[in-house]
């Protein structure tokens, strides 16, 4: 899986070759395309779902998310081009085509007639144009339903998993994860102990209709800690359709002998027949799921299951030119840590680490003991937009977010008593209180832009034996971002100011200390994206982002339960600073997709937890040893997704995926990197098999190399041996009746039963990973 820098530059010598043909045809025939945006005449937001067609020929196209259309494939001459939408009086306007591309802005004005029963609603991204987005959406995400949240982008080029066990995963985006990757759920930053290898974001997937990821830093419009990227659980808008509906999925696996439901329905009333046209919009949804001991190709991991129950619920209000939404969420699971990671002595853990074989396995069992995790996370948001009519958008969320963990060890304590109440013996409670005001202005001209400000408060509580103490935190930032279009070219640049403040108590020698750090940093990204005609489009974006070091890595000092290891901090730590570069190239035609990502990443005083060569021997057992350090690292690699349309109905989908990281303090690489991988698929579609619709049959394989660069002697075993997996899936969809419809999958991971260790699977020490698993899902839309 190494890859040459002449195969890089090969490769893109071919992008470049594909791009002469269509630069030749731009000369000649029928390639001129006109475009623009619709927008409100009277506050100047964007109409999406607006019609836009010729007169003359009948060509048309409906506006997107963003009020932007395109007309393509059109000759030079003189058109009539046509807008309108329900609500709104319909514009004509002349078009005279003379030259490659045109641009037509429409500003449209509302009707005086009240249509009560008709609404517009669209999901607006906030990530910059010039950056890289991949999403998961529609059946591409039905597809990876019943998965955490990190398995489910695992599907996505260039995200994989840093996995504790079988139970728990998180999303790694180009080598980056944990503090260095933000997540928005539900357009808020999600906060818990997310410092932790093995705290899974504390995110029920079922709750998005799309999940989208930011490759790149994104410090600019996030905040501090997106180095990586960011990662965007996005529920899809509140209705505005009068009457009752909603989804029910169930999943199945085999491995674990696991089950999932979860329900959600939603509904709104009719608007009134009022000039401000209140209408009332509502949401619940709820997840159930259970699941035992996972087996590995030969044998069951002990104390592996997992039990869930989660729900949201959300109400929103709108009124005239105000739109108001409350929004709930409770998650809350128990999760299995495999037992034959904690082992009780030196000599044991020698003896694992030499030998490959588990030092504990066991049968099948739904029970769920010691050591264990237990986390439940409530978030409430109130988001509220605001539309003036001297134009511009005024957006303000608050929210807050209280997560409760709770790490139980393998073993109680000796006095009855205290072992009698249960009691965990690492318990972290952390409030968290967020707010955002932004405002959006008005375009003028070309140009478009946004400023805002956010605030962070927080306080962690921790009982139990000490890893982390106590602290306080207060951030705050000042963001502002602009936009320029130009017919072919779009430019954007954007600043940004963060402080932060973090009051920390700990005790010292029975001592009560309260050391305090202050941080202060700034964050820019300008880009740049060029599209020269509808088949190429090109992105340049260069960022900076920084990141405080996090309470975690300054004070950690003891066993870290659910990671099997003895961590130990640095207060010495300085705050990372990252200078990003990125370059993402789309060809689109009919049959053939190429899209390619590349990523230069620059990050001074880089902090990494680094193996050392002993163990530690405690009264829990004897366990690896890990120390918090910093360096200067370079991560620099590239994305590379090709999808060709071999026949009708037949498609080959290729994903490469080379990462190269360097300590350039050392001059050598740095642990816990993902490997390179190459996935490639083929899919056979049927429009209609009997009463089966939309009928699909797909077959995957995975290959994953080996990672051979690591440091010399920094680990406590050498990294795993190349590994490739097989995975089928079949499904299609049967309509019940009218109006309803039953979409079934059926998919198989791991097919041939494969033994296997993943790199960045933390019990990669103890044990195989999965085995097959056979997953059978059901979803039926009322």
Partial sequence: ????????????????????????????????FVKGTVLDQENRQALPGALVLIKETGQGTVTDANGSYRIDKLCQGTYTLISRIIGYKEVQVPLVLNHLVAEQDFFLNEETIHLNDVNVTAQKSSALSSQAVASLENRGLDQTRGQSLGEALRTLTGVTTLQTGSSISKPVIHGFHSNRVLILNNGIRQEGQQWGSEHAPEIDPFVATRLSVVKGASGVRYGPDAIGGVILIEPGPLPTVPGIHGELNAVGFTNGRQGIVSLQAEGATHATNTPKNAQLSWRLQGTLKRGGNIRTPTYFLDNTGVAEQNVSGAVGYRIGRITSDLYYSRFSTNIGIYSGSHIGSVTDLQAVLQSGRPFVTSGFSYDIDRPYQHITHDLLKWHTVYKPRDGGVWTLTIARQYDDRMEYDLHRPRNDSLAALNRPELRFRLTSFTSDLVYEHKPIGKLSGQIGISGLYQFNIMNGRPLIPNFRTYQGGLFWIEKLRHKQWEYEAGLRFDYRHMQVFRYENRVLTNPVFNFANGSGTVGV??????RWTNRVNFGTSWRAPNISELFSDGVHHGAAAFEEGNQTLQ????????WNVQYNRPRLRVEFDAFYNHINDYIYLKPQAETRLTIRGAFPYFKYTQTDALYTGFDATTSVTVLRGLQWTSKLAYLYVQDLKQSQPLVWIPPNRWENGLRYEWDKISRLQDAYIGINHLAVARQ???????????????YSLWGLSVGGSVPLGEEHRLEINLSATNLFNTVYRDYLNRFRYYADDIGRNVALRLKWKF
């Fill in 575 to 582: 705050p990372e600073v990252a200078y990003n570069l990125t």
């Fill in 708 to 722: 051979n660069r690591v440091p010399a002697n920094s680990d406590f075993v050498a990294p795993p041996p190349a």
């Fill in 1 to 32: 899986m190494c890859c040459k820098p002449v195969r890089i530059i090969g490769f893109l010598v071919f992008l470049v070759c594909l791009s002469v043909p269509d630069l030749l045809l731009a000369q000649e025939g029928c390639t001129c």
């Fill in 529 to 534: 994206t060029y599209t020269p005609n509808e």
